[in-house]
């Protein structure tokens, strides 16, 4: 049964266009971080779901870390941008990032390395990325991109880096800077078309 689900989904993969192949991608990124117990939880964690269970024995699959609470622009909605976090500002250590990466790796198949922060900001970033990836776990993060530059998107690829999210909010840098307060669309685009 379970493998005939597998080839009814991939050969819907195969007959479609940009969204097949994006879900090939997860598919393949999916099988590449799988391991028996992996698999096993994220099974159990599907069916809790399903059942709508109140307590669960499963692990989470998708983890989110947060490298950094430090940004280079000033968005008005975020509380990074507008110094408004109730916590230290700072980065977070590469060794307390392994040990958590070595405890959630039995379960991880993704793992978020964004949410207050520019995590290109982080000079170990690309260690951070090449840690989880190692141990097969799917690694993304989000960017405004105004930090970033050539080198820096070779080493994301070498890395391991499975998936950058940019974050543009205009067309123009009128539109773009009423949200990103201090970026430049120039640099965003710039540094997207040189890639």
Known sequence: MLGLRLRMILARVRTRGLPGKVLRFNL????????????ANFVLSKVQKWLRR???ISMPYRYYIDPTNLCNLRCPLCPTGRM??????GRMNLEDFKRIVDQ?????????LYNWGEPFLHPQIF???RYASERKISVQLSSNLNYFNEEMAEQAVA???TRLLV???GATQETYEKY????RLEVVLQTYVSW
């Open 28 to 39: 393949l990124q999916f099988l590449r971080c799988s391991t028996p117990r992996k698999f």
């Open 54 to 56: 109140d307590c669960l």
């Open 84 to 89: 408004e976090l109730q916590r230290p500002r």
């Open 104 to 112: 959630i790796a039995p379960y991880a198949y993704y793992v978020e």
């Open 127 to 129: 260690d951070m990325i």
């Open 159 to 161: 890395s391991g880096l």
């Open 167 to 169: 974050s543009v909010d």
């Open 180 to 183: 990103r307060c201090g970026g």
